[in-house]
């Protein structure tokens, strides 16, 4: 029994597809979505959860009106209630952006196995969330490709043999570009990713690099790892999804074609995994007409990569006003109010003025980072 | 403490620089050679063995008396003394070819884990040897690099969802040479590998693409799973060492530079991992220039995948056959009584002509193993 909050963004659909292929395996606890309430109805219809949320009542009392049998919540309280339902194992945490930190404690808190695919949640919340994961014995089971492919690499490894972490990146659409040429760049463009089809929000932190900062926070805190022990490596061709190093020199990478449902489906059905003949075709090794390519990270260009690396390092609200800034800025460009380049060169300003605080409570991250969105959109007036 | 049977060849040398370097969790039980006298007598003095085997009786009473604490045996007698010898849990056999058989045997019936790099004893009595390893329930670790990889990427998976196995391999020194190219190669020319500094005998297999066919036969035994689901793939720069592709498409490589020192260690040391930093530079994806190229194998040139994959096929004899053949050709190759391309040619004609027996004890894999090597030198003569 799986819920699903985010249900009808692009890993919540490919979620349910996975579910859809496996229905002797799993089936669907809850849904949620913010707005797609059209979408959600044929979900209702057919997964038949026991229950749903939505962001506001008024989707909310429509939705009841048409499907008596399910239970029917709304808003932030909806949330916590459906990540911690009885009837439920595991919780998929696909929210985008801090709205996920409350109902990933809550998850953990009811002992919950949680799926996760909100990374701005564990750069911002990261210790909070990881402190509450142990305390409670529950298991947090990456989503991201390239996590998911370093969960995988450590598999019947111990950890303390970990040399270092090879986190890759296609480079995004902008790899190989100046700084100069970056400050030209169009929506359209920054829209347009090379290998991977995804939301709005993360295909403009790929190009923009902050989406490889915030995995690097994430790692840190999902693996117990020093971000200086986790490298970027630029890999255009999103074959090899992430690699561990051992001690031994011996460097364990985990591949495959670009397609979010197999990490999906390996967080779901952990630690076997499903046979995926259909959807999934095998990596031809072949037709990679280049072959696979490594390039340094172009850190003059995306100076997004070292903000995350001194996020990490500076800790405390470091981390929290970095991720807090970069949303804000990601959807004011998405509203084309700034240009490309603007997001990174406001980011330096805030990490810059940033006055940060320490042991910060799950409440206190949540105040920290709306005290710094009001902030940055100040800024930008 | 380990017992290394053929401790002055390539792998015996690295497998003692290894120990050489952790003489905090590992002694030497045991050491045995066929006639690299010098070299054991050094070897004597360093690691202060229990026990010695060589060849012949002479070798072992001279040894006798330069080391009057030493227990020295020799011939196939000693060997299987110091296969199986109390004070040992450990047996790296990484003798060349069928005499390694018995060893090996008696190393699973005495109860001891192998570390095992002596492919054509699988080769020829995979059936014996594995069911003599279950029953025994001994571990098999193995040391071939690929199969080192295969082992690696396995843990931490269930073997029912094994979807391929794919076999990397160099592609030697003829890679890209045309069938009748390859009929003015010459014996220094095979010699020269582009990637691994190795034995004679495996040089000449890897030039052939027999070491490969081997290869295949002996994955299919190690991780007992048909040949037609072990795929050969061509990866000049020899990084990927080989890879796993499960039933979700998720493909688990394991990749590093090329130094037999790791999966020595790795056997060593399963299932943790030895800090190497010493001896082993970290992989540096960056000095890859033309990146990871993979391509299929050539088999219009190279016959000897296809005979490797029909002898498996066909079982019983046949793979006896096939390796007995091919140890006797390389010999008479690295003596310039034949040319390369007579190497395949010849065994193209064994296979055909063999008349296969089934379900052979290990003596009679021994007996029929001694009939076709006397049948290809008469053929030969």
Chains 1, 2 share one sequence.
Request: charge should be negative.
């Amino acid at each position: 029994m799986i819920s699903i909050l985010g249900s009808t963004g692009s890993i919540g659909t490919q979620a349910l597809d996975v579910i859809r292929g496996n229905r002797d395996k799993f089936s669907v606890a809850a849904l949620s979505c913010a707005s797609s309430i059209e979408l959600l109805c044929s979900q209702i219809e057919e997964f038949k959860p026991q229950a749903v949320c939505v962001a506001k009542q008024e989707d909310a009392l429509q939705i009841q009106r048409k499907y008596g049998n399910t239970e029917v919540y709304y808003g932030r309280d909806g949330l916590l209630e459906i990540a911690s339902m009885e009837d439920c194992d595991m919780v998929l945490n696909s929210l985008m952006g801090m709205k996920g930190l409350e109902p990933t404690i809550a998850a953990a808190e009811a002992g919950k196995n949680i799926a996760f695919a909100n990374k701005e949640t564990l750069v911002a919340g990261g210790e909070q969330v990881m402190r509450s994961v142990k305390k409670n014995g529950v298991r947090m089971l990456p989503v991201d490709s390239e996590h998911s492919a370093i969960f995988q690499c450590l598999e019947g490894n111990s950890r303390s043999s970990v040399r270092r972490i090879i986190l890759t990146a296609s480079g995004g659409p902008f790899r190989g570009y100046s700084l100069q040429e970056l400050e030209n760049v169009t929506l359209a463009q920054a829209l347009r990713h090379p290998n991977w089809s995804m939301g709005k929000k993360i295909t403009i932190d790929s190009a923009s690099m902050v989406n490889k900062g915030l995995e690097i926070i994430e790692a840190r805190w999902l693996f117990d790892i020093p971000a200086e022990d986790i490298q970027v490596v630029v890999h255009p061709q999103s074959v090899l999804h992430s690699a561990v190093e051992y001690a031994d020199g011996s460097v364990i990478g985990q591949m495959g074609n670009p397609d979010m449902r197999v990490p999906i489906a390996y967080a779901f059905s952990y630690p076997e995994r499903l046979e995926m003949l259909d959807s999934q075709e095998s990596l031809d090794f072949f037709s990679l007409k280049e072959g696979m390519t490594f390039y340094p990270a172009d850190r003059q260009t995306f100076k997004t990569i070292d903000l995350a690396y001194d996020a990490c390092r500076m800790g405390g609200s470091y981390p929290v006003a970095l991720n807090g800034a970069n949303e804000v800025l990601v959807d004011m460009f998405l509203h084309e109010k700034i240009r490309f380049i603007d997001i990174q060169n406001n980011l330096m300003k805030v990490m810059e003025n940033h006055r940060p605080k320490y042991n910060l409570s799950i409440g206190e991250v949540l105040e920290e980072d709306m005290k710094i969105r009001e902030e940055v959109r100040k800024m930008m007036l």
